[in-house]
């Protein structure tokens, strides 16, 4: 069974500090899809970014990079020099290479204080 | 390009009542999936449709159902509800059933079982 491990409940933290997200994952396939999704207060998912198993590139977009690592089952996310609008909730989440089962893991709030 | 929009926002309902949710998908978008996501959890995978067929199911028992019609709009019927059923509830559209993309979710249906 497929199973996505956030560890980090809740993070706090001082404006432009960074912070790294942790998502540990579970699966028996050899080819699936990972996830970050991010609802902030209003409630609404919003989708960050798809890595699919067999890409272990490290991606960066603007202040957000994803750390993918294999070999520890791992597809971690950081957020440099954090601000106030990156409170939230994020959620990694994994998908078979059907599409048809997401699981998503217990999701980590993050707050950030000005 | 319109996004996903859900129907109603909120709703209240009574133990043993019937309730359907009901959810548009974004333009172009072929797939649905619905997720009901309890407080201070992680959406958890309800079911997919994919051309108007049930496309997998997660760990949810029969008296959830669903629909999806010609114009790819969906929706969620859930019979002879119970207090645990009170959650968000999350459609979400992607481009194809064919393979994981990134899914596009709704703002969510607040049920309220009482």
């Known amino acids: 069974a497929q199973k996505v491990t956030q560890a980090q409940t809740e993070i706090s933290v001082v404006e432009k500090e960074d912070v790294t997200l942790d998502c540990v994952y579970e699966?028996?396939?050899?080819?699936?899809?990972l996830f970050w999704y991010k609802q902030p207060p209003s409630g609404e998912l919003v989708f960050l970014i798809r890595r699919n198993s067999f890409d272990e590139q490290n991606e960066i977009s603007g202040r957000y990079s994803w750390n993918f690592q294999k070999s520890t089952s791992s597809f971690n996310f950081t957020i440099t020099a954090s601000q106030v609008v990156d409170s939230a909730v994020y959620f990694c989440?994994?998908?078979?290479?059907?599409?048809?089962?997401?699981?998503f893991g217990p999701g980590t709030r993050l707050s950030v204080l000005p | 390009e319109t996004g996903v929009t859900q129907s109603p926002t909120h709703l209240i309902k009574t133990r043993g009542q019937q309730v359907t949710l009901r959810c548009s998908s974004q333009?172009?978008?072929?797939?649905v999936s619905w997720y009901q996501q309890a407080l201070g959890q992680g959406p958890q995978f309800i079911f997919q449709?994919?051309?108007?067929?049930?496309?997998g199911r997660g760990n949810f028992p029969p008296r959830f159902s669903g629909l999806q019609f010609p114009n790819y709009s969906s929706e969620l019927n859930v019979n002879a509800l119970e207090l645990d059923d009170s959650a968000l509830y999350l459609c979400?559209?992607?481009?194809?059933?064919?393979?994981?993309?990134?899914?596009?979710f709704g703002p969510g249906t607040r049920l309220t079982v009482t």
């Open positions: 979400a559209s992607s481009p194809t059933g064919q393979g994981a993309y990134e899914q596009y």
């Open positions: 333009s172009g978008h072929n797939t």
């Open positions: 989440a994994l998908s078979e290479a059907s599409g048809q089962n997401f699981v």
């Open positions: 449709y994919y051309r108007e067929e049930e496309n």
């Open positions: 699966t028996r396939d050899t080819t699936y899809y």
